[in-house]
């Protein structure tokens, strides 16, 4: 007998061969049947008593199983609702999304919202992040006004200020903010010189890029800004470096010596016009001095004249005697009384008039400035002149 065929008894009085054999002609499990039967089970579970042997038994154990499916969907409606309780951190907002669009912006502290319905996006708001620019050779190579290539690396700081547009305003802020940077360098760049980008002009080229690149970001709506933007390096490219290495050099030497010559002028200038401040300050006393003297003689002649027009030989005669002391003041005097005397006198005139030279080179090198010269013989003058009219005025 082929295995296909149905069993049966034979002539041969052989069993049923066929290997399902054993099932003979039962049907399909009953679906209710298994429905009670797990029913049975979750009561038997959650203290039920299961049993098929009567209809009252079959009502209570569909009455527990029921009960058990309302306890599992309460507990799953519990699970489902904590696991929408989150906390917002200081310095961050959370971004609500429902079904995929936009809803809310919350702030930091405890918040709930309903899974598979909304999602929730924590953004850090006052992280600072940093892109760096320039470390890859196509980045690094900017040209300038004067047609000179320049290697040039920045570091660019910024901070999220509106979570919303920063999540949905831009694809990749990352990519965004480098190439906005990118471009803000190379426009900043050519409008300046290479000497002014790799000496003087660090801080105002920094300056510029930075304001340049805000822009460019406001303009997107990227919610992004720049906090601090540092230019890390600027130099010629490695081919030319000896080239300007020598020019900065040349420049330095340039300023060394501008500097030098700025402190000798510093230390010249005050001297010179101390001196020359001086030099007036003396001519100043002198023309003083000088006019104060001619006003003096010029109110002795006065004096003078008044008494020679009251006494002309007097006056003539003791303007002589005067006039003759004031000479020989500074002479070598040999008073001789040859009165009713023979003796023959000796007058070594050889001494006397080697010793006259010697005087008066004493008298010029005592006496430093001319000024002083003219000084004492006025005085003397106007002093002898004095004593004299009182003289004559006793008399």
Request: proline share 4%; aromatic share 6%; net charge negative.
């Amino acid at each position: 007998m082929a295995w296909n065929e149905p069993g049966g008894s034979g002539n041969n009085g052989s069993g049923n061969k066929d290997p399902w054999g054993n099932r003979g002609n039962q049907g399909p499990p009953d679906l209710d049947e298994f429905i009670k039967k797990l029913q049975a089970k979750l009561g038997g579970l959650f203290g039920g008593k299961g049993g098929s042997g009567s209809t009252g038994g079959s009502g209570a154990s569909s009455n527990a199983g029921s009960i058990s499916l309302g306890l599992i969907a309460i507990v799953l409606l519990g699970v489902w609702a904590l696991s929408g309780i989150y906390i917002v951190d200081q310095g961050r907002q959370g971004v609500v999304q429902q079904f995929g669009a936009f809803n809310t912006i919350t702030e930091p502290g405890p918040h709930w919202y309903p899974r598979f319905i909304q999602t929730v996006e924590i953004v850090d708001v006052e992280d600072i992040r940093s892109v760096n620019l320039g470390h890859v050779s196509d980045e690094a190579l900017m040209l300038t006004q004067d047609e000179n290539i320049i290697d040039i690396k920045f570091t660019v700081q910024y901070k999220v200020k509106d979570a919303k547009d920063f999540l949905f305003n831009v694809r990749d802020p990352d990519l965004t903010l480098r190439q906005a940077t990118e471009s803000a360098v190379r426009e900043v760049i050519g409008k300046n010189k290479l000497d002014f980008v790799i000496t003087d002009g660090r801080v105002a080229v920094a300056a510029g890029v930075g304001e340049l690149i805000q822009n460019i970001l406001d303009s997107y709506g990227a919610g992004i800004t720049v906090v601090n933007l540092n230019m890390q390096d600027a130099q010629p490219p490695e081919q030319v470096q000896q080239a300007f290495d020598d020019a900065i050099k040349a420049r330095e030497d340039k300023q060394r010596s501008i500097n030098e010559a700025e402190a000798y002028s510093n230390d010249v200038l005050p001297r010179a016009r101390g001196k020359a401040a001086r030099v007036v300050e003396e001519a100043k006393a002198y023309q003083e001095e000088v006019v104060a003297h001619a006003e003096g003689e010029t109110e002795r002649f006065l004096k003078v004249l008044g008494e020679y027009k009251k006494a002309p030989k007097v006056t003539r005669e003791r303007m002589y005697l005067d006039a003759m002391e004031e000479v020989m003041a500074g002479t070598s005097k040999v008073m001789l009384d040859v009165k009713n005397s023979n003796n023959l006198m000796y007058l070594p005139l050889d001494k006397i008039i080697s010793r006259k030279p010697s005087v008066v080179e004493s008298d010029v090198t005592s006496t430093p400035t001319t000024t002083t010269r003219r000084r004492a013989p006025a005085s003397s003058r106007d002093s002898r002149f004095n004593e004299r009219q009182r003289s004559r005025e006793v008399r």
